[in-house]
């Protein structure tokens, strides 16, 4: 088994991963049948890689319910990450991003007050970028960003309105089609602004949530326009859109039940 960029994956080690983040997702004891159910994996396999990982103390068996939970074990790999940064948690994952598909990144958090503020940035070399200047602040609603927020909190048509109308755009897409795109980004839990935010400037972006679902994190790639193309700018929100779902499991312990 392969991934995308050709590099050899290991099945069982990705069926084991597989079977973690489903019992991390349930938090609850589980069989090793409806475990095989879940997963798709054949009941023998799935009950060797739960011996296994038993063995290791990243599961805990109860053999009289004859069910797995997540196991005490893991917090050996946890330790050093607990306290961190989630920046630093992060930058890995997007820097990865940014020079894969060659674009420039911007990591925003959302404040209280309904802003986002500019706290960090990922580039591929050797690209022509527009840059802003870290703790730049804008508002919520505005650009990609903005429709994703509105999304992820599925506000209403009048809410989402009054956000738009506050912002101050170069190039404004109109209401309606910004509602569109916010009833589009609740389905794909990314978005485009083709240039609306700032003329020449094609924006992606994709939203975490943490365990309350308060949105805490946006991710945006910032390209020239011209520079990617429909189907790349795609790719780039799919790439976003799953860098947020690691990311609101990982650093924030939100699971798919949140």
Known sequence: MSSQDGQKLVPAVQNAMTIMRLLSAAGAPMGATQIARETGLNVSSAF????????????????????????????EFAAPLLGANPSDLIRPTLTAIAQEHR??????????????????????????????????????????IGRVYAAALELTEAQTRAGYENVRWQNAPGFDTYWQDVQAARESGTAKDPGNLFRGLDIVAAMALDATHVPRLGMSSITITGQQTDESLDQVGAALADAARQIERGVFGRTSKD
Not at 48 to 60: A, C, D, M, Q, V
Not at 113 to 129: M, T
């Open 48 to 75: 060797n890689i739960l011996r296994t990982l038993n063995h290791g103390g990243l599961l805990s068996f109860d053999p009289e319910a004859k069910t797995y939970t997540i196991g005490m074990g893991l917090m």
């Open 103 to 144: 674009v420039a990144v911007a990591l925003w958090q959302i404040t209280a007050n309904e802003r986002i503020v500019l706290i960090d940035r990922f580039s591929a070399p050797n690209i022509v970028q527009a840059v802003m200047a870290r703790s730049s602040r804008l508002p919520v609603f505005a650009g990609a």
